[in-house]
C-alpha cells in the first residue's frame, strides 16, 4: 500500500511518549513519502528521561521545543504540540503529519488533520489505545519497525531468513477478514485475480493496518504468507485471489 508522494512533511514527536530508538527507522520510513522538512520534539529537557532524545536532536535535525510541567498532572506538552499542529495546518504549506507517540489525547488532533485531506502516519506503541490508531491514515509500531531496521547489517545487507527466529506477530482474523473484503470489493478477472495495487488501496482506505506491524516489509509478501490467498505475477502486474 502506497500513499502519493508528498512535498513536505511535519514530523511532531512527543518526546515524553515515545522511544528515540524509533527516529532512525521513522525518518526512513517517512522518507519514502516525501520531504519531511519539520522536524520538532516536544517535552521538558531538564527531564533526565529525555537525556537520550536531547543527543539526537542536532543529529537527526530535530528541533527541540521546551515546555515546562506548568501543573502536576497535566500535559503541557500536549497542548504545545496540538497548537503547533493547527498551526501549520493552517499555514498550508504541510502536505502530511507523521505522529510519534502512544497518547489518545491525540486522537481529536489526527482527526482534524484528516478532515482537511491530509496523510497522518503514526508511530507509537502496539498497545496505543485503538482509537488513535484508527483516526490515523496509517499506524506503525515502533518496535515492529526498529525490529525490521535491525535485520539489516552494517553491510546494508538483510540478515538471511533462516538465521532469524520467526518473530513475527500472528495475523488474526480480523486482518484476513480485512483482505478478503478488499480483493472482493476489487475488479476481478475471469479467473478471479485482482490485482494488488487496488486491493491494497481499499484495505488501506477501510484501515490504518500496516504490513511492517506484522514484520514485512510488503503486501505481497504477507499474503504470500497466508494459505487463504494466492499472490502471482499476470501481465505485468502482481495478482491476488482468495482461496478460501
Known amino acids: 500500500m502506497t500513499e502519493e508522494s508528498l512535498k513536505n512533511i511535519a514530523l511532531l514527536i512527543d518526546a515524553d511518549n515515545t522511544t528515540p530508538r524509533g ?23 531538564a527531564k533526565p528521561a529525555l ?19 506548568l501543573t502536576k498532572g497535566k500535559n503541557a506538552t500536549d497542548m504545545a504540540m496540538t497548537i503547533d499542529a493547527i498551526d501549520l495546518l ?14 489518545s489525547d491525540f486522537t481529536p488532533l489526527v482527526t482534524r488533520l484528516r478532515q482537511d485531506g491530509l496523510t497522518v502516519y503514526g508511530f507509537g506503541s502496539a498497545k496505543a489505545p485503538d482509537a488513535f490508531q484508527n483516526a490515523c491514515t496509517r499506524f506503525i509500531d515502533i518496535d515492529a519497525l526498529i525490529a525490521g531496521d535491525e535485520e539489516i547489517d552494517d553491510s546494508g545487507s ?7 527466529p520467526d518473530t513475527k506477530p500472528r495475523i ?12 472482493r470489493n476489487a475488479k476481478r478477472d475471469a479467473e478471479g485475480y485482482a490485482r494488488l495495487s487496488e486491493v491494497g488501496q481499499i484495505a488501506g482506505n477501510r484501515s490504518s493496518f500496516d504490513v511492517r506491524n506484522y514484520g514485512y516489509r510488503r503486501l505481497s509478501d504477507l499474503l504470500r504468507s497466508l494459505e487463504h490467498f494466492e499472490v502471482k505475477e499476470k501481465d505485468g502486474h502482481l495478482v491476488v485471489k482468495r482461496l478460501r
Open 90 to 103: 493552517y499555514q498550508g504549506k504541510v502536505d502530511g503529519f507523521g505522529i510519534m507517540s502512544s497518547d
Open 51 to 69: 537525556t537520550k532524545w536531547a543527543g539526537l536532536t542536532n543529529r537527526y535535525g530535530i528541533r527541540p521545543q521546551q515546555q515546562f510541567d
Open 158 to 164: 538483510e540478515t538471511p531468513s533462516s538465521s532469524k
Open 23 to 45: 527516529i532512525d527507522p521513522v525518518l526512513t520510513a517517512l522518507a519514502k513519502l516525501g520531504q519531511v522538512n519539520i522536524r520538532r520534539a516536544y517535552g521538558n529537557w
Open 172 to 183: 488474526d482474523d480480523e486482518m484476513i477478514d480485512l483482505l478478503g473484503k478488499s480483493w
